[in-house]
């Protein structure tokens, strides 16, 4: 007679649903899944912080496209990743939480980190659920799996007691439950794509959008051939960035606001109207622009704006639908028209406002000559991932992705706190999938704060994460040493200190040393491309540059405020 305890049955239906990664911190009463799962040959990456773990499952969730699993233990501990769960529930990432809980006979009785964890979950996740035996875990693991990925990807809750860990049961009583397969493609009909090209070819300003719904849904390949015949220009979201290289010919980044204000049509390639393109309305689009909506999601279809045309299917099937049909027809926008002229003209003339701020020679620097300097160092292939708020802002401008699924970031719930879990999460599919790329954790001060003890994490594990902290003194702003005492002589901080501002010139670099990594303190261009560059060089462990700028430093003038607010 064959028995199995609980935690080998959490850790067989894992590895049978092909979850490569589990990220986590394990105390009562999940230890021995943690164990149990590493026996079956799943990576186990401890982590410092329940947040941070959940953040870096999603992230492979988003890289991989089978989710990466999160494993924490009751009451707080659950509740510190819910925060990840909501991040990858908005982000439409595919993640699996396990949590262990109290003991089924101790429920009421105020049992040790007792909570509704199940009913909790249900506001963060696509699924939440409990197995009623140890026979049901790998039924329940599997739909979870399944639900995770299938429809619109998200997070899913499994919640296990502390007395089922431990508990015993006959082999031959289990159900044995098969690998879940990759979603089923659907196309969109064929007479919708027919009109959605109709639409497109009568435009006189049209764009393509591509977001990181077109990233996920791994479109690349399609996509490249749909712009390149068809000639359109195209526009990524932050994410969106790399599907298509940011330096390609037909991509209009550097003229965003201009090319979504003037654009006639818009084919929206898995991008949502939501914050992130201003919902679509006035003033940042025009008021009469028709809209091709292409999403994997029904009710995600008329949001904001109602669209001419709404094509439901996998995204990748889609493109190939359309780009059918071109080659069919022979069809491209001509590249002589008023719009790429006027889209052109715009693109030249905010290169050379970068490039007037980027060369500024002045110490301390500002962020136009970090990222100035940085872009000539990085490689093509790396992995960048960014947080902050000018930090990400600027960055996201001057750091070109070339690849796909080759940039991280605050995504679509804005989450600050995200960067160390992202960039463990890609350091570790790197070192597994033998890629040599580099993956590069580009973080605001007061992002970095968020989960900056996650360097321990890197540093155990000899994850070769370069981190650059830009340091600004502050939350947007902040100010510098002498600004900062002579204040402090004015009386308690806590009421006189700006609530934006952080200790100035704080030492970050100090925190990756004391865990055995390498710290690099940057002040001027010439040390922070000594910096970078034996960073890139060295792959024994993670690196971090604290590059101390301009606590004044800003964006350049905007057309437009970043975040709108009056349309809604």
Known sequence: MEVVTGAQLIAEALKVQDVEYLFGIVGVPVIEVAMAAQAQGIKYVGMRNEQAACYAASAVG??????????????????????????????????????GSSDRNQETSGAFQEFPQVEA???????????????????????????????????????????????????????????????????????????????????????VV?????????????????????????LPTPMGKGVLPDDHPNCVAAARSRALLQADVILLLGARLNWILHF?????????????????????????????????????????????????????YPSSTEWWSTLKEKIAANAETSKALALQPAEPMNYYTVFHHVSQLLPKDCIIVSEGANTMD????????????????????????????????????????????????VEGDSAFGFSGMEVETMCRYKLPVVI???????????????????????GDLTTIAPPVALLPEARYEEVMKAFGGQGFLVRTVQELRSAL???????????????????????????FPWLTRANL
């Open 280 to 332: 679509g309305l006035p003033p940042r689009f025009n008021p009469h622009v028709k809209i091709i909506q292409v999403d994997l999601c029904a009710e995600e279809m008329g949001n904001n704006v109602r669209p001419a045309s709404a094509l439901l299917g996998d995204i990748k099937a889609i493109v190939t639908q359309l780009l059918e049909q071109i080659r069919k027809d022979g069809w491209k």
């Open 121 to 207: 979950c249900r506001l963060y996740s696509k699924f939440s659920a409990r197995p009623s035996s140890l026979e049901a875990i790998p039924s329940v693991i599997e739909k979870a799996v399944r639900t995770s990925m299938y429809g619109r990807p998200g997070a899913c809750y499994v919640d296990i007691s502390g007395d089922m860990v431990n508990a015993t049961v006959e082999r031959k009583n289990v159900r044995v439950v098969s690998y879940c397969p990759p979603p089923p493609v659907s196309l969109a009909d064929h007479t919708a794509v027919t009109e959605a090209l109709s639409v497109l070819k009568a435009a006189k300003s049209p764009l």
């Open 533 to 559: 560059q034996a960073s890139l060089s060295y792959w024994e462990g993670p690196s971090l540059l604290n590059i101390l700028i301009d606590p004044a430093s800003d964006r350049k003038q905007q057309e």
């Open 62 to 99: 988003y890289l991989t496209g089978r989710p990466g699993a999160c494993l924490v233990v009751s009451g707080p501990g659950l509740i510190h990743a819910l925060g990840g769960m909501a991040n990858a529930n908005s982000n439409c990432w595919p993640v699996l939480v396990i949590g």
């Open 394 to 441: 600027i960055g996201r401008t001057m750091l070109l992705n070339s690849l796909p699924r080759h940039r991280l970031d605050a995504g679509t719930f804005g989450t600050m706190g995200v960067g160390l879990g992202f960039a463990i999460a890609a350091a570790a599919l790197q070192r597994g999938q033998g890629t040599g790329q580099r993956v590069v954790c």
């Open 468 to 490: 650059l902290v830009v340091n600004n003194n502050g939350i947007y702003s902040g100010l510098d040493p002498e600004t900062w005492t002579e204040m402090a002589k004015m």
């Open 210 to 234: 591509i977001g990181k719904g077109a990233a996920y849904g791994r479109a690349e390949g399609p996509l490249r051939d749909l712009v390149e015949r068809s000639g359109l220009p195209f």
